[in-house]
């Protein structure tokens, strides 16, 4: 039997176990993967520890949503993919924490492009792609993201940059310096933010890819919650605001359109560091402790 990183309960990093599981079988219109390399999302830390129970898990829930590896089979109704390929691919129903995995969303991978590199794509873009449209932000329009520092962050400032929608990006100091690269706006993240923010001019939309604790600011800095959305704040409906969930109609061609980019140097990630798929908590209890700032792709041999 193929292992797994199977979550045994809601709670501490250690509710995760390296353990034997069932080898998953392709549906039709899904292909299984051999995985290489598996991102970890900030959504799969708040999903491990419980802060979005509306997000129900299934029990021995196997968590990641991106995953790249080779095709092993594809299940019926699949063409244009064989075993062998080199895919990465987008996860919504988690399990890229695994030797192997199942897909129903996935693009093919260019040589050019590095396992590390597919692996800690598909979430984020799908992530930054969707949230965009959901916002309908337009050109000549300002938006101010939380979090620009962040896998999902700097890859929703290089989309909006270059549609020519002004990028006001809250990030600590660390981070300033890249938002700038991007083409965004920096201002410093935390107490104060709001006043910082009002300084630079009037907000069209809010895209909180940060996690907790900005809602307030957001919503009174886009004058109400219509245009404010949170990718993972379970506070989300206190305060009016959209919790934006990943669905297969919400960012169609984002893998697709995003993958030709990273293949042609023209879309950059956040810098990450790797360590074995084995050691998937102490990778999130070092996210969760800030212990390192780089994004974290779990792998295997």
């Not at 960012?251 to 990273?262: H, N, V, Y």
């Amino acid at each position: 039997m193929p292992n797994a990183v199977v979550m045994t309960g809601y709670g501490p990093p250690e509710v995760l176990k390296w353990a034997a599981v069932p080898l998953p079988e392709p549906g039709p219109g899904q292909i299984r993967i051999k995985v290489e390399a598996a991102g970890i999302s900030p959504t799969d830390l708040a999903l491990r520890a419980g802060y979005l129970k509306a997000f129900p898990l299934p029990p021995d829930a196997v968590l990641g949503f991106e995953a790249a590896g080779t095709v092993d089979a594809a299940g019926p109704g699949v063409t244009g993919t064989s075993a062998g390929d080199p895919v990465t691919a987008l996860l919504l129903s988690l399990g890229g924490y695994a030797e192997y995995a199942v897909a129903s969303i996935w693009t093919g991978k260019p040589k050019s492009v590095s396992w590390l590199d597919a692996a800690a794509l598909p979430s984020s873009a799908e992530a930054a792609a969707r949230v965009l449209r959901q916002l309908n932000v337009k050109p000549g329009e300002t938006l101010l993201l939380f979090g620009g520092g962040g896998s999902v962050g700097v890859i929703a400032t290089q989309l909006a940059v270059a549609r020519r929608i002004k990028v006001i990006s809250a990030v600590g100091e660390h981070d300033e310096a890249l938002a700038r690269e991007l083409g965004a706006t920096p201002v410093r993240y935390g107490p104060g933010v709001a006043g910082r923010v009002r300084a630079l001019g009037a907000v069209d939309a809010v895209f909180d890819a940060a996690g907790t604790g900005v809602l307030a600011d957001a919503v009174a800095l886009a004058g109400g919650p219509g245009r404010v959305i949170t990718l993972s704040d379970p506070a989300a409906a206190d305060f009016g605001v959209t919790l934006s969930e990943a669905a297969p109609d919400r960012a169609p061609r984002a893998l697709e359109e995003t993958m030709a980019l990273l293949a042609d140097g023209k879309l950059r990630l956040r810098a990450h560091t790797t360590m074995p798929m084995q050691q998937a908590p102490e990778a999130h209890r070092q996210l969760e402790s800030g212990i390192v700032h780089q994004r974290i792709i779990l792998t295997l041999p």
